[in-house]
């Protein structure tokens, strides 16, 4: 990664020393670096003694991320799909917002109005291409790093109470940072620079409990989900003759084996370990929208293919978006066709 600027963590510093209303927010469908970087941010605002600090997120997250949220934590997040106008009165009272693991307003869906609208200072620490930065006072934003959370956690360790020792950082806070990392980069599968395996070090001597957060993130699913996963690969998963990989789980799939939110996670990145598969998609029904996530080996862009054809975005090689019905497809059946003609179209034309 490249150096962060010490005159922006002290400004960064010096907004919240002022304000007296702060709230933090993720995008929508948080995952674990989004969930992560931001309670992490909370319990470092909540040591140092600030009283009025909310997470405000869209829609709800994932059960298996419980074990990161303290349960003060946990008061103070404010769901807009559980609680619209708590959420938005939120936004518009803070004199502080700080965005995290996102790029632009409207990956936070329903809560881009009130974002738009609030008169706070803004600060942006996030990891992926093309941040929207006219819209915030400070712009963290670094693509060669693994996560939200480690950079995050590169701004913590430098600002003057933390001052370089990992220890003094809150233990929520520094549990939260290496589970965020941990599933941003697939247990280091991917994504992991000389900087992520310095922040590992640093916080395992620190005396986070890794042990713990691997068990509570890989090790505590429901049966439903690992029998859904043989389904998908054994019965469902198609490959083209461009090397993609396709699954299409419908809504009827997901209801029958029970499919909380964030069970599928993971899902996209097994038909990628086949030799010949370059690029690997998993695609959700979800009401008038199907979910699409997307993983490519190196050489290929699963961004530029989320953004061409998935109204999405995302990283170099995983990246994601979304298909409307009936704007682009009809219904969940066509799916697959749609998959197969722009992939074909993608790989041989736009490359
Ligand atoms: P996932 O497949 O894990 O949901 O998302 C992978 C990456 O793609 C994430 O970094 C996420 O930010 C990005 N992404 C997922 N969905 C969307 C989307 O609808 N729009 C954009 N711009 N990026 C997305
Ligand atoms: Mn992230």
């Given at each position: 990664m490249?150096?962060?600027?010490?005159?922006?963590?002290?400004?960064?510093e010096t907004?919240?020393?002022?304000?007296?209303?702060?709230?933090?927010?993720?995008?929508?469908?948080?995952?674990?670096?989004?969930?992560?970087?931001?309670?992490?941010?909370?319990?470092?605002?909540k040591?140092?003694?600030?009283?009025?600090?909310?997470?405000?997120?869209?829609?709800p997250?994932?059960d298996?991320?419980?074990?990161?949220?303290?349960?003060e934590a946990g008061?103070?997040?404010?769901?807009?799909?559980d609680?619209?106008?708590?959420?938005?009165?939120?936004i518009?009272?803070?004199?502080?917002?700080?965005?995290?693991?996102?790029?632009?307003?409207?990956?936070?869906?329903?809560?881009?109005?009130?974002?738009?609208?609030?008169?706070?200072?803004?600060?942006?620490?996030?990891?992926?291409?093309?941040?929207?930065?006219?819209?915030?006072?400070?712009?963290?934003s670094?693509?060669?790093?693994s996560?939200?959370s480690?950079?995050?956690?590169?701004i913590?360790?430098r600002?003057?109470v933390?001052?370089?020792?990992?220890?003094r950082?809150?233990?929520?806070?520094?549990?939260?940072l290496?589970?965020?990392?941990?599933?941003?980069?697939?247990?280091?599968a991917?994504s992991?620079?000389?900087?992520?395996?310095?922040?590992a070090?640093?916080?395992l001597?620190?005396?986070v409990?890794?042990?713990?957060?691997?068990?509570?993130?890989?090790?505590?699913?429901?049966?439903?989900?690992?029998?859904?996963?043989g389904?998908?690969?054994a019965?469902?998963?198609k490959?083209?003759?461009?090397?993609?990989a396709?699954?299409?789980?419908d809504?009827e799939?997901?209801?029958?084996?029970?499919?909380?939110?964030?069970?599928?996670?993971?899902?996209?990145?097994?038909p990628?370990?086949?030799?010949?598969v370059?690029?690997?998609?998993?695609l959700?029904?979800?009401?008038?929208?199907?979910?699409?996530?997307?993983?490519?080996?190196?050489?290929?862009?699963?961004n530029?293919c989320?953004?061409?054809?998935f109204?999405?975005g995302?990283?170099?090689?995983?990246?994601?978006?979304?298909?409307?019905?009936?704007?682009?497809?009809?219904?969940?059946s066509e799916?697959g066709?749609?998959?197969?003609l722009?992939?074909?179209?993608?790989?041989t034309?736009?490359?």
């Amino acid at each position: 990664m490249n150096g962060l600027n010490i005159k922006d963590i002290r400004k960064f510093e010096t907004l919240v020393q002022k304000a007296s209303k702060t709230v933090i927010v993720t995008h929508m469908k948080p995952d674990g670096d989004a969930m992560g970087s931001s309670t992490a941010m909370y319990s470092f605002l909540k040591s140092l003694d600030k009283e009025d600090v909310r997470v405000v997120i869209p829609d709800p997250y994932p059960d298996y991320l419980d074990f990161m949220i303290s349960e003060e934590a946990g008061r103070d997040i404010i769901t807009y799909e559980d609680m619209p106008s708590e959420s938005v009165a939120a936004i518009k009272e803070s004199d502080l917002v700080i965005c995290l693991d996102f790029n632009a307003f409207h990956r936070t869906d329903r809560l881009e109005q009130a974002l738009e609208e609030s008169e706070a200072a803004k600060v942006l620490i996030d990891h992926h291409l093309s941040p929207d930065t006219d819209k915030f006072s400070i712009v963290f934003s670094e693509t060669e790093i693994s996560s939200a959370s480690e950079l995050l956690y590169r701004i913590l360790i430098r600002t003057s109470v933390i001052d370089g020792k990992p220890e003094r950082l809150p233990k929520e806070a520094a549990t939260a940072l290496m589970a965020g990392m941990t599933t941003d980069t697939n247990n280091f599968a991917n994504s992991t620079y000389p900087s992520t395996l310095n922040m590992a070090s640093d916080l395992l001597s620190a005396g986070v409990d890794r042990d713990m957060i691997i068990y509570e993130l890989y090790n505590r699913q429901r049966e439903n989900r690992l029998r859904l996963l043989g389904h998908a690969l054994a019965d469902l998963m198609k490959i083209t003759e461009d090397g993609v990989a396709y699954i299409v789980l419908d809504a009827e799939t997901l209801k029958r084996h029970d499919i909380r939110e964030g069970e599928t996670e993971g899902f996209v990145n097994m038909p990628l370990t086949v030799d010949d598969v370059r690029m690997s998609l998993l695609l959700k029904e979800d009401g008038d929208r199907v979910r699409v996530s997307i993983r490519s080996k190196k050489g290929t862009s699963a961004n530029l293919c989320a953004r061409l054809y998935f109204n999405g975005g995302g990283h170099e090689n995983a990246a994601g978006g979304k298909l409307y019905i009936p704007e682009n497809i009809k219904d969940i059946s066509e799916a697959g066709n749609y998959i197969e003609l722009y992939t074909h179209k993608f790989l041989t034309e736009d490359k």
